[in-house]
């Protein structure tokens, strides 16, 4: 566990334990994107499934006196891919801080410790997207020296999701995959 500078906070691998802490505060994360709630489709059991096989998170745990066992106030949440000509690369999939604990150091001490554990795993690049209206975020990138590949690679990107996925599944290709 690595203690942040007032060591009132501190950060960690999540476990198993933080799944319904890294639910809840997902779902805040997606308030604050203004996702609508009927297109949020991740539940406990998904996060349970998936930790440490498809992503991987850091945890932000606050210490106080007052309560029993640490409360978990951040997350940091990324996966790991392959691209040419990038090689490994990871992607910060999400990194949430709540209101109430923001500008303690938390949201850069979770990124810089997810490059260090991604540099150790071989990865060259970090990359991570930020809406267009958020001003905090964009200045949080820019402080890191982020480059906007947006605007450098003149690319957008696309999902394909819910039954407009589901229709893609069940297409039948020309051509057969042996």
């Not at 950060?11 to 996702?35: M, N, P, T, V």
């Not at 606050?62 to 940091?76: F, K, R």
């Not at 690319?155 to 039948?172: A, I, Q």
Request: glycine share 6%; net charge negative; aromatic share 8%.
């Amino acid at each position: 566990m690595e203690e942040m500078a007032d060591s009132k906070y501190a950060i960690r691998r999540a476990e198993q334990k933080d799944i319904g802490d890294i639910y809840r505060l997902s779902r805040e994360f997606a308030r604050c994107q203004e996702i609508p709630e009927d297109k949020i489709v991740v539940s406990v059991k998904d996060l349970e499934a998936n930790l440490s096989s498809w992503y991987q998170c850091l945890v932000l745990e606050h210490d106080t006196p007052e309560i029993e066992t640490p409360e978990v106030v951040g997350y940091a949440l990324w996966t790991y891919s392959f691209e040419t000509p990038l090689g490994r690369v990871a992607t910060l999939n999400d990194l949430y801080v709540m209101p109430s604990h923001r500008g303690c150091g938390g949201g850069r001490s979770l990124t810089i410790h997810l490059a260090r554990i991604s540099a150790e795993e071989g990865c060259r690049v970090m990359g991570w997207h930020v809406h267009k209206w958020n001003d905090q975020a964009i200045r949080f990138s820019s402080k890191l020296n982020a480059i906007n590949i947006t605007e450098l690679c003149k690319m957008d990107g696309m999902d394909l999701t819910g039954s407009d996925f589901n229709k893609l599944v069940r297409g039948t290709p020309k051509v057969e995959m042996i």
